[in-house]
């Protein structure tokens, strides 16, 4: 993705974006990713016909997909990031596992911690003295091995070391995974938000599942 492309807008007011961010795009630019949605942020402007850029309210794995949320003025700012600070917005993720878990549905309660060595770099573990993590997860479809995350805490990694506390992995995960394998892209796609708005309705944007995802059953949003 090009400095000069956009990103798909998937709503928009006059108060708010919410974008589709594919996988393999970073948020913000760092030594070994280059290539950010902020990057993208003129462009984005300039498409929505807007003076002043879009703010990046919070941020997705790089390679995870799916719904992204920016503000288009200041007071949206404060709202927003008060609503993410009171866990006011509600955060979908649709998963594909390399194994599902026996059962249907449930909540892990695993604290995380960071942890890193020269060796291996950072990643997350769980720890009893690390900060509180729950995610209710649920089932969707056996055959396709989708499952959906609803993340209560928002810890860096929590869904992937979570899913490891199902007793497998997120297909492709380059880091908590059993294989390495970088032409497998990670599984991970934020599907859905639920944003109170100011008139106090509840707004739900849906993204759609990337390409190369099985198609899952009929019944299924």
């Known amino acids: 993705m090009l400095a000069n492309e956009t990103l798909p807008i998937l709503f928009q007011n006059d108060e708010l974006l919410v974008v589709n961010k594919p996988a393999g795009i970073a948020v913000h630019p760092g030594p070994r990713t280059p290539h950010s949605v902020e990057a993208l942020l003129p462009a984005l402007a300039e498409a929505i016909g807007q003076r002043r850029l879009p703010t990046l309210m919070h941020r997705l794995d790089r390679d995870t997909s799916g719904c992204l949320i920016l503000a288009r003025k200041y007071s949206a700012m404060r709202r927003i990031a008060k609503l993410f600070e009171t866990r006011g917005i509600l955060k979908t993720y649709w998963a594909i596992m390399d194994e599902l878990p026996a059962t249907d549905e449930g909540m892990v309660d695993a604290p995380l911690a960071k942890v890193s060595s020269a060796e291996a770099g950072w990643r997350m573990v769980v720890d009893p003295a690390g900060k509180s993590a729950f995610t209710e997860w649920k089932v969707l479809d056996r055959a396709a091995r989708l499952i959906e995350f609803r993340p209560r805490t928002g810890r860096t990694h929590q869904l992937r070391v979570h899913a490891n506390c199902l007793g497998s992995a997120i297909t492709g995960d380059p880091v908590y995974g059993p294989t390495k394998n970088p032409a497998i892209s990670m599984r ?20 759609p599942l990337p390409e190369g995802w099985p198609a899952p059953a009929e019944n299924i949003i």
């Not at 991970?188 to 993204?207: F, K, N, T």
């Open 188 to 207: 991970l796609h934020a599907r859905q938000l639920d944003i109170p708005m100011l008139d106090g309705s509840v707004l739900q944007v849906i993204a």
